[in-house]
Structure formats: structure tokens, C-alpha cells
């Protein structure tokens, strides 16, 4: 099983492996969302969603399903 | 001859742009929309050395070129345009010193566009703090552009900044990135269809977003289909794009920025700790709410009892100092009462935005969104939709344009159309002036009653807009994947003088605006209620003299109430008294609530025109409606009318201006049309509902 962004645990930091492009927004990807940044969890809201992330410095909430097309690797 | 200097400040949003923007303009600054659109414009004029005068125009916040919102489509459609008036002679591009590199991506975007670009690295007094070091003049070489460290905190560097700007025909236009080397064959083929263009601008007129069916974009599918890849080939070049860019600034961080993260203090991990915490987040939005609605009960009355009152005295001054050529009567009937009915929401107008500013400016409300979010969505919302609906709370017509960086249509849609459920300004003298007249003022559990009661239409208005949503979400179709990119920007502490330009500016704009319609109707309902039709109003005298029990002490009052009655404002307001009158209101208060459909904040001023009219004793409105009686005796204005009318006010889509601004920003007249049938017959629903059951 893949490793994505929502299966993190709150404190966690990872690097950002791969991610199908179209079902990203362009906004992530100009936000730093790119293979080979790091990614960190600060927060999650009720039932995990959404989540509050550090994407090589640009602190950004986004909602599950779309942390669940991000994969990382520890 | 000096010609007056185009100035674009750009920026993404939460970088202290607008401070940056006062500090050049001052309050030398107007605020209007772009035509067509509900986007704020706002431009000023900054006085530059050598009798050089800069006109500053101040875009909406964003991220990118590859714009995703109406926000953001503003800036590409003007920088697109050369021929545009307000095609900035220099771009000033606004970043934080802390989202640098982010910063930058937009930084390169405009440059790109061979505009002379200055860089304006604001915050610079936090440089120290967080162990940061930037070699500008390395920059400066890298970057082809200037650059200025500006604390529009400290007011520090805003000089060098307006030096640049003057001399912003010696700032070079060369490209940081060459858009040809993203993809050789394409970039080569698209330049031998259009030579002589700018391939970096031909770039961006392809990949706008097709959501806002960008008219130059269709011209250029008709001439050349060839480029018009497929969505998911153009991404995945502006992802490439994405990337060399970074590649870009990353190269150039390196040799003039440093930062020493050991010296990094971290207040944002403390606060966000406790204010995005899963049961902590929501008990402190809900006391952050509550001390917003007791505040702006308990610190307002004083001012509103003080205006009443003068309002009142000004009144009698007019009618009996003025001279006859300035007919006395309809200023001192109609239209001072009439402008009293306005000037007594400026208190809580201005501590309203006041709140919301400070809500804004220190970042808390992002982190409202954020936990928000999930709950907004059972209804078809998303988190973005409560800063329109607390803005609500203020005016629904900014909180309507602040819908617009929802990037979903359909979430932005019905965020739209609940908006005006939720409690605007304009229902508070409404609500203020009955609360006032039917509940006692005692405390209960060591709160105000008339607070909890304020607080509970406050209350039912956001479950009304919330019930709605949810209603609308199931019937509407879905046909977009919703998209949900939120900046947390770091905690700040308010600067004062961006809090008071944002309070005077909108609190301005609102009652001039108000006004205007207040007046206007002010006027109206004075001549329609002084005037009327056939012998019945004519020989008014004749007839009130022969009705029994009249004698000489109460003739006046007498003539006055038949005149009113037989006036042609008399006549409208009875001849819709058996409409209402199940929800217990008289034709009189059946006059204020038609009057009201222009705009809510009319109801107090046209309920003081009309008792003005029909009873010249010189009291204040409030005293006045306590003691309107029917004719057996009993109050018009009990417990049960007065929440019946409350309820009716709460509902009802009375305000001339949210319809005229749901048609501009859904670009259509069906939605207003529905917003004003459905509320409206909620709201009369409800208070028949709500008559009926106190009345047993």
C-alpha cells in the first residue's frame, strides 16, 4: 500500500513522491506541491478533514480527498 | 510635460499589501468596482518627489497568473491588456519576507509580461527575529528588477519604494524565465503561427481557465485550434512551468538569502494549537462570537439613545426656527427623523467591521475556515462560505462580494443566495427598537434578556441561512469538483491605521449609500402621507370638527390621524391591512414594511415620518410606538406582533441593493427573483406562525 498525505500522523514530515497531476488543483502545485518537497501535518479538523499542512514552507489547509492523491514517502 | 505614472501593486494575499497601499495614498484612496463585476477597485493617488504624481491602483490578492477565481482573473485581464486605461507603467509586486520563495512565483509571472517590476519585500522588522538575511543588491542583479525592504509597520522603506517608482523607466523588462525552454516543440510551433507576439502571453491566454469564457481566448481558438491542447497536456506544462520557476528562485535564494532557523520563535505552533484544536477551535470561535454580539448590544446603546434624542431636538428646532421658504414641516417630518433612522446604526456599523477587520487582520479567520469547514459542507457550503456569512452580520452586500474567492460555482452560489438570511446591520434598529418596547430589560442567569433575544435572532438567522443551503445543495445538480486551497498565514497583530481606514471607508460608503435611498424615501412617504385623494382628505377640517367628542384640546390631534388615515399613504397601507393583519400588524406598520422592501433600515425612520405625522408631540420613536394603541385601547406592539415583526424582518428579502448585487455577481435575474419570492413567503409564513401561536 501507497503512503499518502492523509495516512500522516499529526507532527509527522515527509517528502512529497509523486501525484497525478489533473486531480490536483494548479493552486497546490504553485503553492510548492511538487515531487521532491517536504510535506508536514500540523493539524487535522474533526474526522481528519481538513488538514493543516506545511508544504516547504507555505502553511495551507486542504480537505482529505485531496491529501488521499498526494503520496509520500517518510 | 509630466504625465501622471501608472502604478499596479500586486501581491498575494495576506502579505500587507493594503498597508503598503495606505501608506502610499493615505487616505487619498476611493473604492468602486470594476465595471461589469463586483471586484473592488481601489485606487489612490500617491505625490511622488519632483512634482511627479503616481495613480496606484490596488489589485485583488493572488497567487498566481493562472488565475482560479474572479479575484485573481482581474489582475491576468488587466496585465493582458496594454490598451487598458490602468495598464501600469511599473508593477509593484508585494511578498512577505517569510513566504519568500512563494512570493517570488508570482514575482517572475509579471516579469514575464516585460513590465518594469519593482519587489517590495515587506515585514522586513521581522527579518531579525526569525534569523533572516537578504543580500538586496545580489537580488536586485539576479532578479533584473529592484528591490525594496519595506516595514509598513515601521513605516521604513516606503521612500526608497516611491524613488524607484519615479524612476521606473530605468527598471529592466528582461524575462526571469524563458517559457520556450518549458516544452521546445510546442513554445517553437505556437511562435511560427503568431511571430511577434509575446510567446509567454499567447501562454497564458491558452491555459486561462474556461470557466470564465475569456473572450480573447475564444478569438484565438479560431484561429489556431492547433495549440488548444487538451486540458490535461496544458497542465501538465504549467506544472513544468511551475517547477523551472522554482528551479528559478531557488537559484537565486541561494546567494542572497539566508536563514538561520535556530532563531526561529514560534508563536503561530502555540496559538494554532489551541485554535484549530478539534474541541478547543470550536469553544473559542463560539466565545470569540458571543463577546461580538454582547459588545455590540451593551457598548452601542449609549451612543444610539444619545443620537436618538438629538435627532428628536433637532426636529422641533427645524420645525420652529426654520424659515417657511424651506419648508419646515418635511424637513423637520420627513427628513430629519428620516436621517436620524440612519445615522443611528454608525455606532454599531463601525464596531462591526471593526470586529470583522480585527477578525481578518490577525489571521484568526482563516483558522474559523479551516475548522468550519467540514460542518459547512454537510450543507453544501464550504469553511470559505463563513467569512461571508459572518460578514453578513455586518452588511450583506460586501459579504456577497466576498463570496468570490470561493472558487466553486456551486458553493459559491448558495452561499450567495443564503447570505442575506443571516442578520445584516440593517435589521438591528429593527430589532433593537422592538426587543426594546416588548421585552423586559432584567437579567436572567446574569445576562441580559434583551442580549440573549438579540443573540437568538442572530441565531435563527444563521440556522435559517444553514437550513437553506442545505435544501439548495440537495436539489442543485453537481457538476464540478470542488476545490479547497486555503492559506493559514501566520498570526499578526493588527495595525491600527489599516483597521481605522477599513472602518471609515466602509462605514462611510454605507451610510452614504443607505442614505441616499433613506432620503429619497423620507421624502416620499412625507408627500404621500400629506396629500390625498378626493373630498374625504380635502375638507379634513369640516369633517373631523363635526365628529363627536371632538373638542378644542384634542381637534389637532384629531385632524391629524384622519388626515393620515385619508392620505394616499393611508389608503396603500389599508388597503393592505387585511393581508396582514393575521400576523398582527396595523396599516401603519403595514406602511413601514412596504416602504421597507427598498431597504430594511427605512422601517424605524418610516414608522417616526408616519407618528411624526399623525401626532406632533415631541417625543422620541420608542416612547412614541409604546403608546400606539388601536382604537379600543389595546397596544399595537406586544409581545406577540413584536416577535411576529422581528421574524417577518428576519426573513424577509427587503433590500433593493442585495438583489441588485446577486444579479450582477450570478450574472443573471433568476436568482434575486427567487431569493425574493422564497424568503418573503418564508417570512410571512413565519410570522403568521409566530402571531398566532404567542397570541393564544
Known amino acids: ?74 | 510635460m509630466s504625465k501622471n505614472i501608472n502604478v499596479a501593486l500586486i501581491g498575494n494575499p495576506n502579505t500587507g499589501k493594503s498597508s503598503v497601499f495606505n501608506h502610499l495614498t493615505g487616505l487619498n484612496q476611493k473604492t468602486g468596482n470594476y465595471p461589469g463585476i463586483t471586484v473592488e477597485k481601489k485606487q489612490g493617488v500617491c505625490r511622488l518627489p519632483r512634482g511627479v504624481k503616481a495613480r496606484i491602483l490596488d489589485l485583488p490578492g493572488t497567487y498566481s497568473l493562472n488565475a482560479s477565481s474572479l479575484d485573481e482573473n482581474v489582475v491576468v485581464e488587466l496585465l493582458l491588456n496594454k490598451n487598458d486605461k490602468d495598464f501600469p507603467d511599473v508593477a509593484v509586486v508585494v511578498s512577505d519576507v517569510e513566504n519568500l520563495k512563494r512570493n517570488l512565483l508570482l514575482f517572475t509571472q509579471i516579469k514575464d509580461l516585460n513590465i518594469p517590476t519593482i519587489l517590495v519585500i515587506n515585514m522586513s522588522d521581522r527579518m531579525r527575529r526569525k534569523g533572516i538575511s537578504i543580500d538586496v543588491q545580489k537580488m536586485e542583479e539576479f532578479l533584473h528588477a529592484k528591490v525594496v525592504l519595506v516595514s509598513a509597520r515601521k513605516n521604513e522603506g516606503i521612500d526608497v519604494l516611491k524613488q524607484h517608482i519615479t524612476a521606473y523607466k530605468s527598471i529592466s523588462t528582461q524575462p526571469c524565465v524563458s517559457i520556450a525552454q518549458i516544452d521546445q516543440a510546442y513554445f517553437s510551433s505556437l511562435e511560427s503561427t503568431f511571430p511577434n507576439q509575446s510567446l509567454y502571453k499567447l501562454w497564458l491566454v491558452i491555459t486561462q481557465d474556461v470557466n470564465f469564457a475569456r473572450v480573447e481566448r475564444k478569438k484565438m481558438a479560431a484561429q489556431d485550434a492547433n495549440h488548444m491542447r487538451s486540458p490535461s497536456f496544458l497542465k501538465r506544462l504549467q506544472q513544468k512551468e511551475t517547477i523551472k520557476r522554482y528551479q528559478f528562485i531557488n537559484s537565486v535564494l541561494k546567494e542572497c538569502y539566508k536563514k538561520d532557523s535556530a532563531k526561529a520563535t514560534d508563536l503561530r505552533s502555540k496559538l494554532d494549537r489551541v485554535l484549530t484544536h478539534k474541541v478547543w477551535g470550536f469553544v473559542v470561535f463560539f466565545v470569540v462570537l458571543l463577546t461580538i454580539f454582547q459588545a455590540l448590544y451593551d457598548w452601542s446603546s449609549v451612543p444610539m439613545d444619545f443620537i436618538d434624542a438629538s435627532f428628536a431636538q433637532l426636529s422641533d428646532w427645524a420645525k420652529v426656527n426654520l424659515p417657511s421658504w424651506l419648508a419646515p414641516n418635511l424637513i423637520a417630518e420627513g427628513v430629519i427623523p428620516g436621517l436620524g433612522g440612519i445615522v443611528i446604526f454608525v455606532p454599531q456599523i463601525a464596531m462591526l467591521f471593526l470586529f470583522i477587520a480585527i477578525l481578518e487582520e490577525t489571521g484568526y479567520m482563516s483558522r474559523v475556515v479551516f475548522i468550519t469547514d467540514r460542518v459547512m459542507r454537510r450543507f453544501g457550503l464550504s469553511g470559505k462560505s463563513v467569512v461571508p456569512l459572518i460578514s453578513g452580520t455586518a452588511c450583506a452586500i460586501p459579504a456577497i462580494m466576498a463570496t468570490r474567492n470561493i472558487e466553486n460555482w456551486k458553493e459559491r452560489l448558495i452561499t450567495i443566495l443564503v447570505t442575506p438570511f443571516t442578520t445584516c446591520s440593517a435589521r438591528l434598529p429593527v430589532y433593537l427598537i422592538l426587543i426594546s418596547l416588548i421585552i423586559p430589560n432584567e437579567r436572567i442567569l446574569g445576562a441580559n434578556m434583551q442580549g440573549l433575544v438579540l443573540m437568538l435572532f442572530y441565531l435563527l438567522g444563521f440556522a435559517m441561512a444553514l437550513l437553506a443551503a442545505f435544501v439548495l445543495h440537495k436539489t442543485m445538480p453537481t457538476n464540478q469538483t470542488s476545490y479547497f486551497v486555503v492559506e493559514m498565514p501566520n498570526y499578526r497583530i493588527p495595525l491600527l491605521k489599516n483597521i481605522i481606514i477599513t472602518i471609515v471607508e466602509k462605514t462611510k460608503s454605507f451610510v452614504l449609500e443607505a442614505g441616499k435611498i433613506i432620503l429619497a424615501i423620507s421624502i416620499l412617504l412625507w408627500v404621500l402621507a400629506s396629500n390625498g385623494p378626493g373630498e374625504a382628505f380635502k375638507n379634513a377640517s369640516e369633517i373631523v370638527a363635526a365628529q363627536e367628542h371632538v373638542t378644542d384640546a384634542n381637534f389637532n390631534q384629531k385632524l391629524s390621524a384622519y388626515k393620515l388615515e385619508h392620505s394616499y399613504l393611508g389608503r396603500v397601507g389599508k388597503g393592505i391591512e387585511p393581508l396582514i393583519q393575521p400576523l398582527g400588524y396595523d396599516w401603519k406598520i403595514g406602511i413601514a414594511i412596504v416602504s421597507s422592501f427598498a431597504a430594511r433600515e427605512v422601517f424605524v425612520g418610516t414608522l417616526a415620518t408616519i407618528y411624526n405625522v399623525g401626532d406632533s408631540e415631541e417625543e422620541t420613536i420608542k416612547n412614541r410606538m409604546a403608546a400606539e394603541t388601536y382604537a379600543d385601547g389595546t397596544p399595537v406592539f406586544t409581545l406577540a406582533s413584536g416577535l411576529s415583526l422581528m421574524v417577518f424582518y428576519a426573513f424577509a428579502m427587503q433590500c433593493m441593493s442585495t438583489l441588485a448585487i446577486v444579479r450582477k455577481e450570478t450574472n443573471s435575474w433568476r436568482w434575486p427573483a427567487v431569493q425574493l419570492v422564497v424568503m418573503t413567503g418564508v417570512a410571512y409564513l413565519g410570522a403568521l406562525v409566530t402571531f398566532q401561536y404567542f397570541s393564544l
Open chain 1, 1 to 74: 500500500m501507497e503512503l499518502t498525505l492523509a495516512d500522516l500522523e499529526i507532527g509527522d514530515v515527509a517528502v512529497i513522491d509523486s501525484f497525478d497531476v489533473e486531480k490536483l488543483p494548479m493552486k497546490l502545485i504553485e503553492m510548492g506541491c511538487l515531487p521532491g518537497n517536504s510535506v508536514g501535518l500540523l493539524q487535522v479538523a474533526p474526522s481528519k478533514d481538513p488538514l493543516y499542512i506545511n508544504i516547504s514552507g507555505s502553511f495551507l489547509a486542504i480537505r482529505r480527498e485531496t491529501a488521499l492523491e498526494i503520496i509520500v514517502r517518510k
